[in-house]
């Protein structure tokens, strides 16, 4: 199970309830991950327990007693007497409607992708219950070039093939920055970055033209906190998705770190 968040070390309990359940988790918890503890699943795309909560996304907003406003419950920590509501009709069509704009933007090729049945997009759009899109960009997943002064709206994005063990599809990347943070966080390397704004946004490797001329030391570790199927390793695409997965050192480099693989 993926709780979100990191896990607090503090020896301080906190109890809060949750859709009124009640739950008593280390003080300095996220909201998130006390509400996973009880067993209430909260949405959520740029969240993951191995890296520091980003609020970027905005899909798992709460509601909190007493409290204006719908705050993110990854970025929201534990107080004593907490009461949380994270299922109510206002909470779910705020999340489709958060859905609806990354789906309208991401291209609708599941069936061919390689991430098919393992995309957080994808599980995120059925848990919301997301039917369908009302906003059409562009061009889905436009990239705009900009030549000799006039904007040229071109469907393209190309993707990086230059690292040996993976590939990078910024078309199918919806800007949480889970790798950028799992590259700083758990590499320790600051080899990607998020340049652009808003439908030109988008994560790269630094100032190198390619993630092969990077800092990148190929760990692997952006192409596992990946939720889509942006960073994809190579034999994934392949030989498609394993039927089974354990946690072994990989050979991707000398660093001995932890890895997902077949
Ligand atoms: Fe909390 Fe993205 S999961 S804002």
């Known amino acids: 199970t993926d709780y979100g968040t990191p896990q607090s070390t503090s020896e301080k309990n906190v109890t809060i309830n949750v859709d009124g359940f009640d739950v008593t988790v280390p003080e300095g918890t996220s909201v998130m991950r006390a509400s996973m503890e009880a067993g209430i699943q909260v949405p959520k795309l740029c969240a993951t327990d191995m890296v520091d909560a980003f609020g970027s996304c905005r899909l798992c907003l709460v509601e909190i007693e007493g409290r204006r406003g719908t705050p993110a419950s990854c970025t929201t920590l534990v107080e004593e007497g907490m009461k949380v509501r994270t299922q109510t009709d206002r909470l779910k069509g705020l999340r489709r409607g958060v859905m609806e704009l990354y789906i309208s933007d991401h291209p609708l090729d599941c069936l061919t992708c390689a991430a098919n049945g393992d995309c ?141 693989a077949e």
Not at 186 to 201: M, N, P
Not at 211 to 229: I, K, R, W
């Open 120 to 260: 957080e997009l994808q599980d995120m759009a059925g848990a919301v219950g997301l039917r369908d899109v009302r906003y059409e960009a562009d061009c889905q997943n436009h990239f705009k070039m900009r030549d000799g002064g006039g904007e040229v709206n071109a469907c393209w994005k190309p993707k990086d093939e230059s690292n040996p063990y993976f590939t990078y599809d910024p078309a199918k990347c919806i800007v949480c920055s889970r790798c950028v943070r799992a590259c700083e966080e758990v590499q320790g390397t600051f080899a990607l970055t998020i340049t652009g704004r808003g439908f030109d946004s988008r994560v790269t490797a630094g100032m190198s033209e390619s993630f092969l001329d990077s800092e990148c030391v190929s760990c692997g570790a952006c192409v596992q906190a990946c939720p889509t199927g942006t960073l994809q390793e190579k034999s994934v695409i392949d030989i498609g998705q394993p039927e089974r997965s354990v946690v072994t050192t990989c050979a991707y480099c000398g660093v001995g770190c932890s890895f997902k």
